[in-house]
């Protein structure tokens, strides 16, 4: 099952190439409350299935929208928190100490690692064809690219084996970045380098944890003006999903709607005005970005 927001911010479900008006049919079931948000639908799906069942099958009667005529925007905008993992992928730790200077993690303990994880704002959330705003202060923005899970049970000091068991779904992440000023030899910085308005794409849709077999199995291909600049596998991470969970969740408890996303890969690449971003992870879809610089 996919989930979105589309055109003036309704909740969706997507079957095939058509969206039904799922925010509505479970308002009209008494599922959620009339209006809820994105985050309000996930607690619902995740923690509620005989009450909402009715709800997706009253979607389904409503009155459906093509898929190709309908705007997608970001699938949510008030995530409890955005969680990011940092410096991931062997490869990407190894560009970044090319790029930036960065220091030396390879002799980090997987929780000493995943110890730097950081949070982005809700306020950077930008959705499906949306447009990145390149900072007149920054000389230096990178796009990431990164497979991004959605919590949907309440999770708290949860074991790596079970941590699945709390996802409801997975969407794409685009972690865009300042690299200059602020970076290099600085480690408290990435709240504000990565917070900025339009720093956080999230799309094009969620996808049910039934529909994605293993995270850790994933192929993710990211084009920059028609030019393939990554192509990676989630099987690199240094620390999985189920790990992250369980690192995130022995700290702080993970309310559903949360998102985690898990780190990019290499392959980054300085964005300019003008530049177009194009996404593909397996088995969840395709997401493109515009970029243009502040006016």
């Known amino acids: 099952m996919k989930l979105c927001r589309y055109n003036e911010g309704a909740a969706g479900l997507i079957e095939g190439d058509v969206i039904y008006p799922l925010g509505d049919a479970l308002a009209a079931t008494d599922a959620v409350r009339a209006g809820a948000t994105m985050t309000e639908i996930i607690d619902a799906l995740a923690n509620h299935p005989a009450a909402t069942a009715a709800g997706i099958a009253a979607a389904r009667k409503g009155k459906a929208v093509a898929l190709a005529a309908a705007t997608l925007r970001a699938p949510t905008i008030n995530p409890p928190a955005i969680w990011a993992a940092a410096a991931n992928y062997p490869a990407h730790q190894a560009e ?18 995943m110890a730097e994880v950081f949070l982005k704002p809700q306020s950077s959330i930008v959705g499906p064809g949306g447009t990145v705003i390149l900072p007149k202060i920054a000389n230096h923005v990178d796009f990431e690219c990164e497979l991004c899970a959605v919590i949907g049970r309440t999770a708290k000091k949860v074991s790596a084996e079970n941590a699945l068991d709390y996802v409801y779904g997975y969407t794409m992440c685009w972690d865009i970045s300042i690299r200059d000023p602020w970076s290099k030899g600085r480690h408290n910085t990435r709240n504000i380098r990565k917070g900025f308005d339009t720093f956080c794409g999230v799309g094009p849709w969620i996808v049910t944890q039934d529909e994605i077999r293993e ?8 084009e920059q003006n028609g030019k393939m600049v990554m192509q990676a596998h989630t099987a690199d991470m240094i620390n999985g999903l189920r790990d992250l969970i369980r690192f995130l969740s022995s700290v702080t408890t993970l309310m559903p709607g949360t998102l985690i996303t898990t780190g990019t890969p290499a392959g980054v690449s300085k964005l300019a ?8 992870i397996e088995g969840i879809g395709t997401m493109e970005l515009n970029v243009v610089a502040e006016e």
């Open 215 to 222: 995270p850790q199995d994933l192929h993710i291909n990211v």
């Open 273 to 280: 005005d003008g530049d177009h971003l194009k996404g593909t």
């Open 96 to 113: 970044m100490k090319v790029r930036v200077n960065a220091y030396d993690r390879t002799q980090f303990s997987a929780d000493d690692l």
